[in-house]
């Protein structure tokens, strides 16, 4: 298997990322350091988005994160203005003759999506789709996390634009599939590895474990 050098390349290596796993196999400390590493690398911009409200209160103390909201009418709100940062990425695109934009990064992190989907699923499914479908070169992107990827929770809408995917340890072949669509990450240890889905293929990566 091939390994990434760093968390930040991986991130960098597909628009938006999707992240799932079983309760206790390590999402929260993989985002936590992914969010930490593209800090360290490269001038982003981050919105943290908690509706489970205690996941981020650190890394929101973070001087690039320019939001953290933690209730659905704040995160909705939240969406609806990266959609607006997207839209004037375009005008300024147009005006230029740019097909990707020059801007720093900004990079939406939602822990839990599947809490704010069962909440207000009619207010977050067109934004979040929005931002999946067209926001690659307005340089605008989406990394969800959740333990639950069921297309009845999770649209298919948005989780076709979404390529890259990480499976951490999974309770059963099938929660495999619906994250990275094959089995397999049912069979990797508790913490400490995952398997990744992007345009390359799949490869089996080392994770933090704390």
């Not at 960098?12 to 360290?40: C, M, N, W, Y």
């Not at 001038?43 to 209730?71: G, I, Q, S, W």
């Not at 300024?92 to 999506?113: A, C, F, L, N, T």
């Not at 333990?147 to 890259?164: C, E, H, W, Y």
Request: hydrophobic share 40%; glycine share 6%.
């Amino acid at each position: 298997m091939k390994y990434y050098p760093t968390l930040n390349a991986l991130i960098q290596s597909e628009p938006h990322f999707l992240i799932g796993g079983t309760t206790g196999s390590g999402k929260s400390v993989l985002i936590d350091t992914v969010v930490r590493s593209l800090s360290a690398a490269v001038p982003v911009n981050l919105c943290l988005l908690d509706p489970k409200r205690v996941e981020f209160m650190e890394l929101a103390k973070m001087p690039n994160v320019y939001r953290h909201e933690t209730t659905a009418d704040g995160i909705n709100s939240a969406l609806y203005e990266a959609c607006g940062i997207m839209e004037n990425r375009y005008k300024h695109m147009m005006r230029h003759g740019q097909k990707q934009s020059d801007r720093p990064p900004v990079y939406i992190v939602v822990d839990e999506i599947a809490d704010l989907m069962l909440t207000t699923p009619k207010e977050t499914t067109p934004l979040l789709q929005r931002i999946a479908q067209i926001g690659r070169a307005a340089n605008v992107h989406l990394i969800l996390a959740t333990q639950v990827i069921r297309a009845d929770i999770l649209p298919l809408k948005i989780t076709s634009n979404i390529s890259g995917r990480i499976a951490l340890r999974c309770r059963n072949a099938l929660e495999s599939r619906q994250i990275i669509g094959v089995a397999g990450a049912e069979l990797l240890p508790r913490y400490g590895q995952a398997l990744v889905s992007t345009a390359d293929g799949l490869k089996r990566i080392e994770i933090p474990m704390y």
